[in-house]
């Protein structure tokens, strides 16, 4: 079985928020889709150890803020790569309470939808939730960001929490050396540079200034390792 074959599998990128009395929390998934038309219902899959699955379980309701393709690393990296019992991921993103009272990200999105969830499935590690849209907007015309952008252009890496999560991700070589990100495993490769942090393509990682951090996770240069 060769578990690349799903990589075929097209996705986009979302910001999954919810919330819990008064706490508030979203994270990263590319697992949306649209169940039926009428009444307009989603579904998404969500990982039974995170936060904001917490959060769904309780309040019942989510919304799903649709990425664009120019969002930052860093942007995805604040939603992804942190948790929620850590840190605030909403305290530096702007954001609206929805009719459900979930926080809608509106930052880097294009359009976002909210949902009541009306069923949930529970799917060995993860939780697929069911939900019934209650809101929707488009807030920009724009490309959305899909997964096999974020991963193939942006470098962009994936939680082992992540449905779409597969243990195998060194695959390009170039002459100059890459460096892996040791927390989140982003891997730098000096032919793309950084254009997020302003490092120019064919910077060689030893040209980088020394305050510069993980596009995705914010780790600190010392933190990378030699591919
Ligand atoms: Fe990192």
Redesign the pocket.
């Known amino acids: 079985m060769n578990l690349k074959a799903l990589h075929n599998c097209s996705y986009g990128l979302y910001v999954i928020s919810s919330t819990k009395g008064e706490r508030l929390n979203g994270q990263i998934a590319n697992t949306v889709f649209q169940v039926t038309s009428d009444p307009p219902t989603i579904a998404v899959s969500i990982n039974k150890q995170n936060l904001t699955h917490e959060f769904i379980n309780e309040s019942k309701a989510f919304a799903a803020a649709i990425l664009a393709q120019d969002t930052p690393l860093s942007f995805i ?1 604040q939603f992804g ?1 942190h948790s929620g019992r850590e840190t605030d991921k909403l305290k530096d993103v702007n954001y609206k309470l929805g009719e459900t009272k979930v926080p809608i990200v509106l930052d880097d999105t294009l359009a976002y939808l909210e949902a009541r969830v009306v069923n949930q499935l529970d799917i060995w590690t993860h939780t697929v939730f069911i939900g019934e849209l209650v809101g929707a907007e488009v807030l920009r015309e724009g490309e959305p960001m899909t997964y096999a952008y974020y991963r193939e252009i942006k470098r962009g890496t994936t939680p082992k929490t992540a449905p779409s999560y597969i243990e195998d991700r060194k695959e390009a070589k170039s002459e100059m050396a890459e460096y892996e ?1 040791t ?4 891997i730098y490769d000096p032919k793309l540079g950084d254009p997020d942090g302003n490092i120019k393509p064919g910077t060689p990682f030893e040209a980088i200034p020394d305050d510069w951090v ?1 596009p ?4 600190g240069k010392d ?1 990378f390792q030699k591919v």
């Open positions: 990296g790569f990100c927390v989140c495993g982003y993980c995705i996770c914010g780790a933190q």
